[in-house]
């Protein structure tokens, strides 16, 4: 492996993010409109995509194991086209950070439906003043952190 490698490495997961990207703006739009098959494509190829990441990043990570340290113009190299990736990867941590938020809404709407439509138990009739009354939590059929 040359430095050329690590570039072309460092482009392809530029490209990826770039896809991912552009998948997040689709699953935005897939978000607010509730649509679920939508939302379970994208998030498949999203799975498709993390793992290209990880071959490439192992592929850098050897690289930097066998040849360590890299000259200094070849340093300026590498940082010309990691600008572009962190671009594309700030950007994608951001319209994650969206997608997260309307996830989290439509949790909460979903949790706050099932609590209105569970019946609460209380009891209409009087109990013995010594006697506490069993009182269960609301069911939640979700966990929120998700």
Not at 42 to 69: C, H, P, T, W
Not at 74 to 90: C, F, G, P, T, Y
Not at 99 to 112: D, P, R
Request: glycine share 0%; net charge neutral; no cysteine.
């Amino acid at each position: 492996m040359n430095i050329n490698s690590l570039k072309e490495i460092i482009q392809n997961i530029t490209v990826i993010y770039e896809n991912l990207n552009q998948l997040a703006d689709r699953k935005t739009k897939a978000l607010k409109e509730n649509e679920i098959k939508t939302l379970d494509s994208i998030m498949q190829q999203e799975e498709v995509y993390n793992k290209k990441i990880l071959q490439l990043l192992q592929a850098r990570d050897e690289f930097f194991s066998n040849y360590g340290q890299t000259s200094e113009s070849d340093s300026k190299e590498i940082e010309q086209v990691s600008k572009r990736l962190m671009e594309a990867s700030n950007e994608f941590s951001k319209k994650n950070e969206i997608n997260q938020t309307l996830v989290k809404q439509s949790l909460y709407y979903i949790n706050m439906n099932i609590n209105m439509l569970t019946p609460q138990n209380q009891s209409d009739t009087y109990s013995p003043k010594n006697k506490k009354s069993s009182e269960k939590p609301n069911r939640v059929f979700m966990d929120s952190k998700v």
